[in-house]
């Protein structure tokens, strides 16, 4: 199967000055010139740093062409990449870099000093290269580029060698899992994203969304991969955001949710219905895929995925299902609803969601034999989610398993209280997450972010707002009105830390 690399070569041979990337802050690159640079600096990789097949290597940086320039060389010669959060604190970097055994990393000068304390701590990182500034230590990437041939010979790679390994964001105790996947599954999953989101050459997909998080990196890569072109911003933001879309004139925004609900907070305005979209894919849009649409006057396609499976449903434009679905499979993708016993769920029956292994090639992390045994049941892969699958096929979303808030006996959805708090008319991003409770167990606690210009409500007066919309069961016993949530790098929200605020 092509690499993205040999896809990118095609389409540099159709149109070699054709815009593949526009970044807000770091100019462009054509299809030419990344198909150059990629494979001059994968040589000197292979040749000048001593990387063989295999031979992992991290990228360290937030949205910009050279993270591109540098997973393009990776592919080229067979090295892992390993996308690296900016965000990531010494302790979490020190450790996936020893995790992941990593030789080279990429990074700019602004993490320079604390990359090559790293390195100096760590026997089996190697290099430090730099994208931007030159700082003393350190190699940089353009004169590795500059030192190359000008057209290298590019070696035959097997699909089955390792492709990347991705860390996982960590919204659970403990440390990231790393998730492997072969060359063949990263190249086919990109290609695909175009036939399921119905991209073309014309295309500009704008991405908002950090490259090391799947979801930053596929929508770049779903743009190239149809030969259209990716629209880049180092880092979300909300103020920027429509002055970008106007500046560029995306057709595509592929994202996650929580930035869609952190844009909904904006006061409705006049350029969110007279913009260039004309889809918008986000990642955990069913509860408002509705709502979204009226905003913003175009249609929003959702999907349901995690690390280990990629994207294992999607709702697709001309078959967008019933309401408050995430889709049907990917093509290839084969998924389950189980109960406790392990026995199928009925149609319509809320049960684990699970996914044959050989539908999404997970075999298990990376040096974790307990972390693999607990996910992996003979030829399912266990994603601790809630869902159900009605009896055309439809998957729904109910829960991650964690955050089911168990009352008195009932097991209450999270995602079905927040979908009903959002439509408050004061009330932007929401969060439930259960309380301990002496005799109950568990009660239901609201985080609540306020819309600009909102005034919060009381608890009686949202109580009283959600009575005749929901059983009182289900109703939040306990309101907080936050400024900002918790997040990870990924801008997902990070329930954990909100239920410690209790537990404290």
């Given at each position: 199967?092509?690499?993205?690399?040999?896809?990118?070569?095609?389409?540099?041979?159709?149109?070699?000055?054709?815009?593949?990337?526009?970044?807000?802050?770091?100019?462009?690159?054509?299809?030419?010139?990344?198909?150059?640079?990629?494979?001059?600096?994968?040589?000197?990789?292979?040749?000048?740093?001593?990387?063989?097949?295999?031979?992992?290597a991290?990228?360290?940086?937030?949205?910009?062409?050279?993270?591109?320039?540098?997973?393009?060389?990776?592919?080229?010669?067979?090295?892992?990449?390993?996308?690296?959060?900016?965000?990531?604190?010494?302790?979490?970097?020190?450790?996936?870099?020893?995790?992941?055994?990593?030789?080279?990393?990429?990074?700019?000068?602004?993490?320079?000093?604390?990359?090559?304390?790293?390195?100096?701590?760590?026997?089996?990182?190697?290099?430090?290269?730099?994208?931007?500034?030159?700082?003393?230590?350190?190699?940089?990437?353009?004169?590795?580029?500059?030192?190359?041939?000008?057209?290298?010979?590019?070696?035959?790679?097997?699909?089955?060698?390792?492709?990347?390994?991705?860390?996982?964001?960590?919204?659970?105790?403990?440390?990231?899992?790393?998730?492997?996947?072969?060359?063949?599954?990263?190249?086919?999953?990109?290609?695909?994203?175009?036939?399921?989101?119905?991209?073309?050459?014309?295309?500009?997909?704008?991405?908002?969304?950090?490259?090391?998080?799947?979801?930053?990196?596929?929508?770049?890569?779903?743009?190239?991969?149809?030969?259209?072109?990716?629209?880049?911003?180092?880092?979300?933001?909300?103020?920027?955001?429509?002055?970008?879309?106007?500046?560029?004139?995306?057709?595509?925004?592929?994202?996650?949710?929580p930035?869609?609900?952190?844009?909904?907070?904006?006061?409705?305005?006049?350029?969110?219905?007279?913009?260039?979209?004309?889809?918008?894919?986000?990642?955990?849009?069913?509860?408002?895929?509705r709502?979204?649409?009226?905003?913003?006057?175009?249609?929003?396609?959702?999907?349901?995925?995690?690390?280990?499976?990629?994207?294992?449903?999607?709702?697709?434009l001309?078959?967008?299902?019933p309401?408050?679905?995430?889709?049907?499979?990917?093509?290839?993708?084969?998924?389950?609803?189980?109960?406790?016993?392990?026995?199928?769920?009925?149609?319509?029956?809320?049960?684990?969601?699970?996914?044959?292994?050989?539908?999404?090639?997970?075999?298990?992390?990376?040096?974790?034999?307990?972390?693999?045994?607990?996910?992996?049941?003979?030829?399912?892969?266990?994603?601790?989610?809630?869902?159900?699958?009605?009896?055309?096929?439809?998957?729904?979303?109910?829960?991650?398993?964690?955050?089911?808030?168990?009352?008195g006996?009932?097991?209450?959805?999270s995602?079905?209280?927040?979908?009903?708090?959002?439509?408050?008319?004061?009330?932007?991003?929401?969060?439930?997450?259960?309380?301990?409770?002496?005799?109950?167990g568990?009660?239901?606690?609201?985080?609540?972010?306020?819309?600009?210009?909102?005034?919060?409500?009381?608890?009686?007066?949202?109580?009283?707002?959600?009575a005749?919309?929901?059983?009182?069961?289900?109703?939040?016993e306990?309101?907080?009105?936050?400024?900002?949530?918790?997040?990870?790098?990924?801008?997902?929200?990070?329930?954990?830390?909100?239920?410690?605020?209790?537990?404290?």
């Amino acid at each position: 199967m092509p690499t993205m690399y040999d896809v990118v070569r095609m389409y540099a041979g159709q149109w070699p000055d054709k815009l593949a990337i526009l970044s807000e802050a770091d100019g462009t690159r054509t299809y030419g010139e990344l198909v150059d640079r990629g494979a001059r600096l994968g040589h000197a990789l292979a040749h000048e740093l001593g990387c063989a097949i295999g031979t992992r290597a991290c990228i360290w940086l937030e949205n910009r062409p050279e993270w591109l320039d540098c997973n393009l060389a990776m592919q080229v010669f067979g090295l892992p990449g390993i996308p690296g959060n900016p965000d990531w604190v010494d302790d979490e970097f020190e450790y996936v870099l020893r995790h992941s055994a990593t030789r080279v990393l990429f990074t700019d000068a602004a993490h320079a000093e604390r990359a090559l304390a790293l390195r100096d701590r760590i026997d089996t990182l190697a290099h430090v290269v730099l994208v931007d500034e030159r700082v003393p230590g350190a190699l940089h990437l353009e004169d590795l580029i500059a030192a190359a041939p000008a057209d290298p010979v590019v070696p035959e790679i097997s699909d089955f060698v390792e492709g990347s390994v991705m860390y996982t964001s960590g919204t659970t105790a403990g440390r990231p899992k790393a998730v492997p996947a072969r060359r063949e599954l990263l190249s086919g999953q990109a290609i695909s994203y175009e036939e399921m989101f119905g991209l073309s050459h014309r295309d500009r997909v704008l991405v908002v969304t950090p490259f090391f998080h799947g979801n930053g990196a596929g929508a770049m890569m779903s743009a190239l991969s149809r030969g259209g072109s990716a629209v880049l911003t180092r880092r979300f933001s909300r103020s920027r955001f429509w002055d970008l879309v106007d500046t560029y004139r995306p057709t595509y925004l592929l994202t996650l949710q929580p930035i869609m609900n952190i844009l909904m907070t904006l006061p409705p305005g006049g350029r969110e219905r007279s913009h260039s979209l004309r889809v918008i894919i986000s990642l955990g849009s069913a509860p408002v895929r509705r709502t979204m649409e009226e905003r913003y006057g175009c249609p929003v396609m959702d999907w349901y995925g995690m690390t280990e499976a990629g994207a294992g449903t999607y709702t697709r434009l001309d078959d967008p299902g019933p309401e408050g679905t995430v889709g049907k499979p990917f093509p290839g993708s084969r998924l389950h609803i189980l109960r406790e016993d392990g026995t199928p769920a009925e149609p319509g029956e809320v049960g684990e969601i699970v996914f044959e292994r050989s539908t999404i090639g997970f075999d298990g992390y990376v040096g974790d034999d307990e972390a693999s045994a607990a996910a992996i049941e003979g030829d399912f892969f266990r994603t601790g989610d809630l869902g159900t699958v009605d009896a055309d096929g439809y998957l729904f979303f109910v829960d991650r398993t964690k955050d089911i808030v168990r009352r008195g006996g009932e097991n209450i959805s999270s995602v079905e209280v927040e979908s009903v708090l959002r439509e408050h008319p004061a009330l932007g991003e929401v969060a439930i997450v259960a309380k301990p409770h002496p005799i109950l167990g568990e009660t239901l606690a609201a985080f609540v972010q306020l819309l600009d210009g909102a005034t919060a409500p009381s608890l009686e007066e949202l109580r009283a707002w959600c009575a005749g919309r929901m059983a009182e069961f289900k109703i939040p016993e306990d309101l907080v009105v936050v400024d900002e949530f918790p997040r990870t790098g990924s801008g997902k929200l990070r329930k954990a830390s909100l239920r410690e605020q209790f537990r404290a």
